[in-house]
Each structure stands twice: as structure tokens, then as C-alpha cells.
């Protein structure tokens, strides 16, 4: 398994497990979407190491983070993500989100103020979709299933075999922990938690949207649907496209990837990264 060190950092009360690694001046830091946590980032941190300094960490009840009675809400995770960054990062930095880290980025926006010098969003949930209106009742199944997933994950072979998608995307180190951290009952336990935060969420930052961003925002948006997906896949890539170009300084890209960007397409990833630093030119 991979071997980066790490440090326990204490945030309002929990601590979250933190790797930090590459050198020089700049910052970024990453928000893992929901079930999953620091490793998901590995191929892209391996192309920024050299280039900047990069923080990943597992949430409160994730990886190697210390577990959690409570159910924690975006909010909460949102300032967890401030805490950790005011105790581990000294400057300004670029915060780069999957999908429901998404949704604690944009809430955690407010708190980090002016210290946020970009901010990369990855195929992020977007709760003005349609397909969000039903959430409530999507989260419901999605937690029977994981129910079921739970269970089974006690079998090591059956945890690999629900971790099938993430051994074609990621490295087998990085495979491999995901699996002895991740894919255990604990673990689906915790993603259960965060999908009932989601549908928790969506009434909330419908009637009550976070601050938008003021610094230079990216979104990228995948272009490949899951099967039978393709109608809800263009609902939700329209509603970020019109979020994304309302803000100030806005862009919205398409990437030919699947939903896990960070794997599929790495190398653009990084780039975006680079550019929100202001490390090269502007895209050809």
C-alpha cells in the first residue's frame, strides 16, 4: 500500500487525518466527494508535487480520520474544511472539489474569504437540477443498497468486487488502500452518512444558496453519462454550466471523462490547477 505520511489535526472538536506533500510558494488543497477521501487524488497530486504544495485529507469519520458517532452536515464539513486549512495552511491557496465536496466547498467559500485564490469544481452536485428534486427519496434507496454493500464488505473478496470501478482508474497502491480503508463496514457506514447530508442539503442551498465566489472559479463538467443516466447527465451539466457562468469570473469546461475526473483525466486536472495559480498562459 502507499506509504505518505501524514498528521492528525484537530478541527471544532473531531481530527481529520492530512497528508501534505511537493514544495514551493503555492497552495492547493483538495475536497474528496462523497465515499471517498484523500487517495481518490493521487494521480493528480503526483503531477503537482513538483510545483506546488498540496494538503489532502480524509473527513472527519473517513481513511485514517478519527470516526464519528454523529451524522455530520454539509455545514459542519464545510467548517472542518476551514479549520483544517487555517491550522495546516500559512497563505492563500487554490481549493479544488469532487462532486458532493462540491457542496462543501461552496459553503466552506464565506469562511475562507479572501485567502481562496481559485477554486476547481469536478463534476460537482449542482441541487438546482431536476434531479434533485426527488433526492430526499434517491437518498433512501441509495442507503438500502449501501446497507446491503456494508455487509458484504466484511469479505474481502466482496469488497473488491464493489470496488471494481476504482481499480481501473487508480493505481494498484492507491487501489489497494482504498480498499483496507474505504471499502470496509466502517467506511460504507460513513458514506451513508454523507449521502443523508446530501439529501439534508438540497432543501437548504435551494432556499438558502452559498455566497457565490469571487475568485477566478472552473468547472469541469464530465461528458460521459453513467448507462441509462443521459438525460438527468445533460440536466446536470446545463445547471452547472448556467452557475458557473453567472459568477464574476466564471468559466465552464466539458472533459471527456467519466464522473471521476481526477482518475479518468489527471493531467487536465493539474492543468487547471496551474492555471488558477497563475503558473502558465492563458488556453489555446
Same mark, same amino acid.
Given at each position: ?28 488543497? %483538495? ?30 469519520? %473517513? ?5 464519528? /458517532? ?28 469532487? !462532486?458532493?465536496?462540491?457542496? /462543501? ?25 431536476? /434531479? ?7 437518498? @433512501? *434507496? ?5 446497507? @446491503? ?5 466484511? !469479505? ?24 483496507? =480503508?474505504? %471499502? ?8 451513508? *452518512? ?26 469541469? !463538467?464530465?461528458?460521459?453519462?453513467? *448507462? ?23 468559466? %465552464? =469546461? ?31
Amino acid at each position: 500500500m502507499r506509504q505518505t505520511a501524514g498528521r492528525a489535526v484537530r478541527v471544532n472538536g473531531r481530527t481529520v487525518h492530512v497528508e501534505e506533500s511537493g514544495s514551493g510558494a503555492d497552495w492547493v488543497v %483538495f475536497e474528496a466527494g462523497g465515499g471517498m477521501g484523500r487517495t481518490c487524488w493521487d494521480p493528480v497530486v503526483a503531477l503537482l508535487a513538483d510545483r506546488a504544495r498540496v494538503v489532502a485529507y480524509d473527513r472527519a469519520g %473517513f481513511g485514517r480520520s478519527g470516526r464519528t /458517532v454523529e451524522e455530520l452536515s454539509i455545514d459542519e464539513m464545510a467548517a472542518d474544511l476551514v479549520a483544517m486549512v487555517e491550522a495546516v495552511v500559512p497563505g492563500r491557496f487554490v481549493l479544488v472539489a469532487h !462532486s458532493m465536496g462540491g457542496l /462543501v466547498a461552496r459553503r466552506a467559500v464565506a469562511g475562507l474569504g479572501s485567502r481562496l485564490r481559485g477554486l476547481l469544481l469536478l463534476d460537482p452536485a449542482a441541487e438546482s437540477a431536476p /434531479v434533485y428534486d426527488t433526492f430526499d427519496r434517491t437518498a @433512501v *434507496k441509495v442507503d438500502r443498497a449501501l446497507g @446491503v454493500t456494508q455487509a458484504l464488505c466484511r !469479505s474481502r473478496l466482496l469488497a473488491r468486487l464493489a470496488g471494481g470501478e476504482l481499480r481501473r482508474h487508480y493505481p494498484a497502491d492507491t487501489y489497494t488502500t482504498m480498499l483496507a =480503508e474505504d %471499502f470496509v463496514p466502517a467506511g460504507i457506514a460513513q458514506t451513508r *452518512k454523507e449521502i443523508r447530508a446530501v439529501a439534508a442539503a438540497v432543501p437548504r442551498f435551494r432556499a438558502d444558496p452559498p455566497d457565490p465566489p469571487t475568485c477566478p472559479t472552473v468547472l469541469l !463538467s464530465a461528458s460521459r453519462p453513467q *448507462k441509462g443516466r443521459g438525460r438527468h447527465h445533460a440536466a446536470l451539466a446545463e445547471h452547472r454550466r448556467r452557475w458557473a457562468e453567472s459568477l464574476p469570473n466564471g468559466r %465552464f =469546461e466539458t472533459v471527456d471523462s467519466g464522473h471521476l475526473i481526477q482518475a479518468e483525466q489527471p493531467g487536465i486536472v493539474a492543468d487547471r490547477v496551474e492555471r488558477l495559480l497563475g503558473r502558465t498562459g492563458p488556453e489555446r
